[in-house]
C-alpha cells in the first residue's frame, strides 16, 4: 500500500476509535459498525492481495497499520489477528475455488475467527479431539474450541480438527445448524475482542468445507496459522508500548513530586528508559521478521516467534512500569495504561505462551532447527 493509502487508513481508525476504547472495554464489545466499516475496506486482513480485492499490504506496512491500532485499541487490533490469521489460512491452505470463494468475503465486511485451542488442548495441540468424518459429498465436523477470539463477531469460522491420521481446517458458517456460540465471561483484558467458546455438534458441511482437501500434518496447519497471528500480536505489542510511552512520558514531565517533575527522579527515569528500550527492541525485532516474511526466508518461524516473545515479553513490563509511573492518574480501568497492563498479561498467553515460545527458541540455539 503508498504511503498515502496508509495514512488514510490510520485516519479511518483514529476516526472510528476516537477516545471510545474504554468505553468499548469496559461494555466488552466493538460496535459491529466499526468491524463492518473496517471490514469492508479490507483493513481489518490488509495483507489480502489485490487479485482477491485486498489491500495487498507487505508484513511491514501491515505491522506498523496493526500497531497503530494496537497503540489505541487491543482489542480491534485482536479482531484483525484473527481476521488475517483466517484469510492468511485460506491463501495459504485453500485450493484456487477456495481462495476464490472466501478471501473476497474477509475482505469486503465478512468477519472471521479460527479455532484451535480445546479444554485439554491447549499448548499441546496435538491432544485436541474435535475431529471431522467424512460421509459421501459431505463432512461432519463434532468437538469444542475454546477462548476463539472474534468467534462472537465471526460470520465466518476457520476450525482445526483432526482428520484421519492427520488434520484439517475446516470452513464453518457461524450459523449452521448444530454451531453454538458462548461468550467468555468477564475475560481480564481485551473484553471487547469478542472471544468465546464454541461447540460443533455434528455440523454436516460440503466436503468443499474442507481447506485444500484435509489429511495434512497438524504441525503444518497451526504453524501456518500461528505464524501470521504470532507477527500480528508482536506488532500489536509494539502498539501498546507507544502508548504506554507517550501517556508515562507526558504525565512524568509534568507532574511535580518533592518540587520537581517525576522524570527528573532517577527512579522515574529508569522505568521511562525500560518502557523505550522496551518499544525499540520490540519494533526492531519485528521489522526483522516482517522482512523475513515479505522476502519469503526460510528463517521467518524462527523470526516470529523472537518477535512476538520479545515484544508480548516487553509490553507485560512496560505496561506495568508506566501504570507505575501513572500511579493514581492511571489507576482505572478505562485509563490506557490499565488496559495495557491488563490486556498484555493475555499477550503472554496467547498464540504460543512466553514459555512455548522459549522452548521453540531454545531449541532454534541448540540445534539451529
Ligand atoms: P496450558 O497449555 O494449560 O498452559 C498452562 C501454563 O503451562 C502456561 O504458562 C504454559 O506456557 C505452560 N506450559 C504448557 N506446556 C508447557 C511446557 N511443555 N513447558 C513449559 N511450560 C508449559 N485459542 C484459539 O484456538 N483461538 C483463538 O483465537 C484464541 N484466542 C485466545 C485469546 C486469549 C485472550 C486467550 C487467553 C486465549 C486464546 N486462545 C485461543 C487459547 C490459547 O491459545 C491458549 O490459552 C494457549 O495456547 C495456552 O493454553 P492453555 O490456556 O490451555 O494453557
Known amino acids: 500500500m503508498p504511503e498515502p493509502a496508509l495514512t488514510m487508513a490510520r485516519e479511518l481508525a483514529d476516526e472510528l476509535i476516537g477516545g471510545r476504547a474504554g468505553d468499548w472495554d469496559l461494555a466488552g464489545r466493538v460496535p459491529s459498525e466499526v468491524l463492518r466499516t473496517l471490514g469492508a475496506r479490507g483493513l481489518l486482513c490488509a495483507q489480502v492481495p489485490a487479485a482477491y480485492g485486498g489491500p495487498g499490504l507487505g508484513s511491514r506496512d501491515g505491522g506498523e497499520f496493526t500497531a497503530h491500532v494496537g497503540s489505541r485499541c487491543s482489542s480491534l487490533r485482536s479482531v484483525m489477528t484473527s481476521q488475517g490469521m483466517a484469510a492468511w489460512t485460506i491463501q495459504r491452505l485453500g485450493g484456487p475455488g477456495q481462495r476464490a470463494a472466501h478471501l473476497p468475503r474477509l475482505v469486503g465486511g465478512d468477519l472471521a475467527a479460527v479455532g484451535f485451542s480445546e479444554d485439554e488442548a491447549g499448548s499441546d495441540l496435538a491432544a485436541m479431539t474435535s475431529e471431522i468424518r467424512r ?85 503444518l496447519l497451526v504453524t501456518t496459522a500461528l505464524a501470521y497471528g504470532r507477527m500480528s500480536v508482536a506488532w500489536g505489542c509494539v502498539g501498546i508500548l507507544r502508548a504506554c510511552l507517550a501517556a508515562t512520558t507526558a504525565h512524568a514531565g509534568s507532574r511535580r513530586q518533592f518540587g520537581k517533575p517525576l522524570a527528573e527522579h532517577q527512579l522515574i527515569g529508569r522505568h521511562l528508559a525500560e518502557l523505550y528500550v522496551a518499544e525499540r527492541s520490540a519494533t526492531r525485532a519485528c521489522e526483522h521478521a516482517s522482512d523475513c516474511w515479505d522476502a519469503s526466508s526460510p528463517d521467518v518461524v524462527v523470526a516470529t516467534v523472537l518477535a512476538k516473545h520479545v515484544s508480548a515479553g516487553g509490553a507485560a513490563r512496560g505496561a506495568a512500569s508506566a501504570v507505575q509511573v501513572m500511579a493514581s492518574a492511571g489507576a482505572r480501568d478505562d485509563h490506557v495504561v490499565a488496559r495495557a497492563y491488563r490486556d498484555t498479561k493475555l499477550m503472554e498467553i496467547i498464540e504460543g505462551s512466553s514459555e512455548i515460545c522459549q522452548l521453540i527458541l531454545a531449541r532454534h540455539a541448540l540445534t539451529g532447527s
Open 135 to 219: 460421509d459421501g459429498d459431505t463432512v461432519v465436523l463434532t468437538g469444542h474450541k475454546k477462548w476463539v477470539t472474534a468467534a462472537a463477531y465471526a460470520d465466518l469460522l476457520v476450525i482445526v480438527a483432526k482428520d484421519g491420521d492427520g488434520a484439517a481446517a475446516v470452513l464453518v458458517p457461524a450459523t449452521a445448524p448444530g454451531v453454538t456460540v458462548e461468550p467468555v465471561a468477564a475475560p481480564l483484558g481485551c473484553r471487547a475482542a469478542g472471544h468465546a467458546d464454541v461447540r460443533f455438534d455434528q455440523v454436516r458441511l460440503a466436503a468443499d468445507a474442507v481447506l485444500g482437501g484435509g489429511g495434512q500434518p497438524l504441525p
